[in-house]
């Protein structure tokens, strides 16, 4: 079963930063395109950045690239996104995603975890 749980979400002020974690249990993270999404109150989850097996990293927005990082410690099975300069509007619930693909590939399963609140305020 695979499971994903983040953490080290929480209140920072504004220009301060957050590195949050993905633990990922019943898959290998060098198995899996491990991705980072958002969702604000009222508006759709939408993707950050991920990385793929072979460790590529690809940022979906270009306006975050120069502020958000992902990585990953394969012995510990762990993602990580680091999130540097934080602004109001990146308050939002973070989500972790796990997809998984076939040689074709076509992703064959697709696992979330449960988010990690950030809040950015004064």
């Known amino acids: 079963q695979v499971q994903l749980v983040e953490s080290g979400g929480g209140l920072v002020q504004p220009g301060g930063s957050l590195r949050l974690s993905c633990a990922v249990a019943?898959?290998?993270?060098?198995?899996?395109?491990m991705s980072w999404y958002r969702q604000a109150p009222e508006k759709e989850r939408e993707l950050i950045v991920y990385?793929?097996?072979?460790?590529?990293?690809?940022h979906y927005d270009n306006s975050e690239k120069d502020r958000f990082a992902v990585s990953r410690d394969d012995a510990k099975n762990l993602v990580y996104l680091q999130m540097n300069r934080l602004e109001p509007q990146d308050s939002a619930m973070y989500y972790c995603?796990?997809?998984?693909?076939?040689?074709?590939?076509?992703?064959?399963?697709?696992?979330w975890g449960q988010g990690t609140q950030v809040t950015v305020s004064p």
């Open positions: 995603n796990a997809a998984l693909y076939g040689p074709s590939g076509v992703m064959r399963n697709e696992y």
């Open positions: 019943g898959v290998s993270v060098k198995d899996a395109v």
């Open positions: 990385i793929n097996e072979d460790g590529r990293t690809t």
